[in-house]
């Protein structure tokens, strides 16, 4: 992973870690179009890990072209984040571990109305790992520090 932008790896790291912000991720359809969507997300062992129903859009369109940008930013000033790109690839979830442990982080329990449909046996999940090729952080906090109350 190439690392560019105002911020080291270690930071990067610590803030893909403990970031609860969805993930941007852009991809291309088959039909050559761009594609965005939010995904939850885990930073493990170098990589982004993404859950999503195995019949969603994003599979067949990584599938078809693994190369994706992804961005993890704040909404809310100061504004800091992570954007990059890199590969895409999509792999069995028979468990649904990835997305077990992607609802306790993002909603806080497994046993939320939204958790348990998502946890539905009849659900086929997939995980979605990212490897980022090139990865650009940034914190704009000390340039906004007189700009935010």
Do not use: Q
């Not at 939010?38 to 693994?66: H, I, K, M």
């Not at 990059?84 to 329990?109: N, Q």
């Not at 490897?131 to 700009?147: I, N």
Request: charged share 30%.
């Amino acid at each position: 992973m190439n690392i560019r932008g105002a911020l080291d790896r270690a930071t990067i790291e610590a803030f893909l870690e403990e970031s609860r912000i969805p993930m941007r991720l852009a991809c291309r359809t088959p039909a050559g179009n761009p594609w965005m969507l939010s995904l939850w997300f885990r930073y493990r062992d170098g990589d982004l890990l993404c859950a999503t129903s195995a019949g969603a859009d994003v599979v067949r369109y990584v599938e078809y072209e693994p190369t994706v940008a992804f961005e993890i930013s704040t909404n809310d000033p100061p504004y800091k984040g992570v954007r990059g790109h890199g590969t895409a690839t999509v792999g069995p979830d028979p468990d649904k571990a990835l997305l077990r442990e992607l609802a306790e982080r993002y909603l806080g329990s497994t046993d939320t109305p939204l958790a348990r449909r998502l946890l539905a046996d009849d659900r086929e999940e997939v995980t979605i790992r990212i490897e980022p090729a090139v990865v650009y952080g940034w914190d704009f906090t000390e340039r906004m520090a007189d700009s935010v109350a």
